[in-house]
């Protein structure tokens, strides 16, 4: 009959806002600033510097090996490298950025600087309050405002940071039993007697 | 003299606050002779511009909250408790934004447009009976009174869709036009079955024939008979289209036409037409319940102690309440469907109520047992009947099937 559908709809409005009243899976809304819903372990934004240890200017994992740099499409970042070897956490030389800068203004989230590097550095935050005044110094984050520590990284994505961590163990491991080997290697060649090297015309392999 | 003319204010708001005749009369004594025509007259247009306008400010908030639950989400609630000031905050960005008129304007007409549509929507409450006492003139023809001045604010808002030149504006003019001429006539038409039982085009005087209760219990409201139900509805929804509210708002349909008349308008002239647009719905929820709900009558008979002023507040609120929930609910209609259903189905059920009105009239006199029923049945048949039969025959043989894309897949 003619009206009977309005009947219905005004029925379904109307437990719709009687129901916003009590039911709480109707009302669904976050109120923002004062509450907030942890991000999803998937998300991502801009990239940050992954540092262990507990200086953060110590314990960062880059290299400055630039490759990050050369590969960015838009060109956010710019690295000045180090000229020479400093000390890391656990007081092994390495090579580190004098000059680690990410535009966040320039940068488009592609996570192309995070899959390229070779030392698990670069990673993507999920941190997406980074309104500022300042438009152009305000968003030009340097490596200590980059530098985030890797609890921060198991906070934010807890089961990838996980894999890198084991990915971290296993190649340390290899290293190091890598190392032990050659160590053992050189002690026993420097421990026998050394032999006259054979000389002989070389034979190609043809 | 200063003491006298405190006294006098004193027992003017006592007097109106209690529902007692004349409450300017004292006052007016204290006055020189000369301003008292116009004190008079002032006396009585400051309470419409101070009510009315709050009410609007009320109602947005209202609106704005109960459309907010009924989608399920809070709706304002930063400025104030539950976000009571928004009207304010409302207000304020209204009156601090830039007037801008376009260049290619009819600069005038643009001017004039919001201000001749707020007159003739304020001068309708002046036949409006608020209250036992509270009707700034009662003058016997005042629905006619109510009509005429409600029918020019086509007028206006043809005066605003054509100065703005933009194709929009123009537009959503033509369609308030083809929708507010429409659905005066099933509007008029639903009033004069009132004229016709009360006997009186006078508003204060229909609502008095609204007064007593059957069996002490249920009031003599016009809207429990069967012509007034079907009156009320049909009063009810020609007022929506009337007001531009939702389902009817395709005059200011945003999906197509951007804001119809309003879309060059900006700041306080905006705010002038959105006043008046509220305003309007007041007016015309206010005749409402002085044509069908009894005015300012109480419901009930123990209830009559409270002032009668509040009882027609209280009836007002209640159908915008209505319309707000309407709005909540049914998406807009096409034009075509608009016209249709104005001239199709509003206007026969209209002209069909007028023949019920007049059969519950001529059997009033019916005395046997069980007469009410009968007549009851005999206007619900009536009017039901031809309901049901219009009904079927406008919705004709079209079945909702499966939408079958031929371009789109």
Redesign the interface.
């Known amino acids: ?3 009977e559908g ?1 009947i219905k ?2 029925a ?3 437990r ?2 009687i ?3 009590h039911d709480p899976s ?4 976050v ?1 923002y600033p004062e509450e907030k819903i942890p991000a999803k372990e998937n998300a991502r934004n801009f990239p940050f510097l992954v540092f262990d240890g507990s200086d953060p200017m110590k314990g960062l994992r880059c290299v400055a090996c630039q490759i990050c740099e050369k590969e960015c499409p838009p060109q956010c970042i710019y690295i000045v490298k180090d000229t020479a070897k400093k000390p890391d956490y656990i007081g092994k030389l390495q090579f580190q950025p004098k000059t680690f800068d990410i535009d966040i203004s320039v940068c488009m989230s592609c996570q192309i600087c995070v899959e390229v590097c070779p030392f698990e550095a670069i990673k993507m935050d999920t941190n997406f309050e980074l309104s500022n005044s300042d438009r152009f110094g305000g968003l030009l984050l340097d490596k200590h405002e980059l530098a985030k520590s890797n609890d921060y990284y198991h906070k934010i994505h807890a089961t990838e940071a996980s894999e890198v961590d084991a990915r971290l163990a296993a190649e340390k491991a290899k290293v190091d039993a890598k190392a032990k080997a050659d160590a053992e290697a050189k002690a026993r060649t420097a421990a026998a007697v050394p032999k006259p090297a054979l000389h002989g015309q070389p034979v190609l392999a043809k | 003299m200063i003491g006298e003319f405190f006294k006098g204010l004193f027992l003017m708001i006592w007097k109106a606050a209690t529902d007692q005749p004349d409450p300017k009369a004292d006052f007016l004594q204290v006055l020189p002779h000369a301003i008292r025509p116009v004190a008079a007259v002032v006396l009585s247009i400051t309470p419409i511009m101070i009510v009315f306008p709050t009410l609007f400010a009320i109602t947005t908030w209202l609106e704005r909250k ?1 459309l907010g ?6 709706g304002p ?1 930063r400025v104030g408790p539950c976000g009571l000031f928004q009207p304010v905050a409302d207000g304020l960005k209204m009156l601090t934004k830039e007037d801008i008129v376009p260049r290619s304007a009819d600069k005038v007409v643009h001017f004039l447009a919001p201000v001749a549509l707020l007159i003739p929507t304020l001068l309708a409450y002046a036949v409006l009976p608020c209250g036992r006492n509270m009707v700034p003139i009662n003058i016997d023809a005042g629905i006619l009174f109510f009509f005429a001045v409600g029918a020019s604010t086509e007028l206006s808002i043809f005066m605003a869709g054509w100065s703005s030149r933009n194709k929009y504006s123009l537009l959503g003019a033509m369609r308030a036009i083809a929708q507010m001429i429409s659905y005066e006539i099933p509007l008029i038409i639903s009033t004069v079955t009132v004229v016709m039982i009360a006997g009186s085009l006078s508003l204060v005087e229909i609502v008095s024939r609204q007064e007593g209760y059957i069996f002490d219990l249920v009031p003599r409201w016009y809207v429990f008979t069967p012509w007034g139900l079907a009156g009320f509805v049909i009063f009810l929804i020609a007022s929506l289209a009337e007001s531009n509210r939702s389902p009817f708002d395709i005059p200011e349909a945003e999906s197509e036409i951007i804001a119809g008349h309003l879309t060059e308008y900006s700041g306080f002239k905006y705010a002038l037409f959105f006043l008046a647009e509220y305003l309007g719905m007041f007016a015309m929820s206010g005749l409402a319940v002085t044509l069908f709900l009894g005015g300012w009558h109480a419901p009930l008979p123990f209830l009559e102690w409270v002032p009668s002023y509040v009882w027609f507040l209280a009836k007002l609120v209640a159908l915008v309440c209505l319309f707000i ?2 709005r ?3 998406p807009r209609l096409r034009v075509d469907q608009l016209l249709n259903f104005a001239w199709k189905f509003m206007l026969p059920m209209a002209l069909i109520n007028l023949v019920v009105a007049a059969v519950w009239h001529f059997t009033a006199p019916w005395s046997f047992a069980g007469a009410i029923l009968w007549r009851w049945l005999l206007c619900a048949v009536i009017i039901a009947v031809p ?2 039969w ?3 025959a ?2 004709g043989d079209k079945k909702l099937t499966q939408r079958t894309y031929r371009y789109a897949d």
């Open positions: 009959m003619l009206g309005i709809g005004m379904e409005t109307a719709n806002f129901g916003s009243y109707r009302l669904t809304t109120e | 109960g639950r009924i989608q399920n989400r809070f609630n929930w309407i909540g609910t049914v309901y049901v219009l009904g079927r406008l919705s």
